[in-house]
């Protein structure tokens, strides 16, 4: 059984940084594409970014592009959200998750993993 504990959102104001992070379970974690989603209130979830087992392949979604990245250390099993310059729009639950398939492509779906954390609310003031 694969276990996600995501961490580090909170209140800020806007224009403010925020680092997420999320650590999972089990040793085989530099085998696992890992995401990060998150989803607003009366929202469906959505993509933010996902990285690829060794960190060579990086996706972003349109809305957080040049303002956020994510990083892994394959040594620490954590993936990594870096998020700058945040806006009131990035007020939501943010989730990392896991696809732990092998298969090549990194998922920027929801239904590409299979293992989710249980989300860390980040509110961001205007």
């Known amino acids: 059984q694969v276990q996600l504990m995501d961490s580090g959102g909170g209140l800020v104001q806007a224009g403010g940084s925020l680092r997420l992070s999320c650590v999972v379970s089990?040793?085989?974690?530099?085998?696992?594409?890992m995401g990060w989603f998150r989803q607003a209130p009366t929202k469906e979830r959505e993509f933010v970014a996902a990285?690829?087992?060794?960190?060579?392949?990086?996706d972003y979604a349109d809305s957080v592009k040049g303002r956020v990245t994510i990083s892994r250390d394959n040594a620490k099993n954590t993936v990594y959200l870096q998020m700058n310059s945040l806006k009131p729009e990035d007020t939501a639950v943010y989730y990392c998750?896991?696809?732990?398939?092998?298969?090549?492509?990194?998922?920027?779906?929801?239904?590409?993993?299979?293992?989710w954390g249980q989300g860390t609310q980040v509110t961001v003031s205007s």
């Open positions: 990285i690829s087992r060794s960190g060579s392949r990086k």
């Open positions: 089990g040793r085989t974690f530099s085998t696992y594409h």
């Open positions: 998750a896991a696809d732990t398939t092998r298969r090549l492509r990194v998922g920027v779906l929801s239904e590409d993993y299979d293992y």
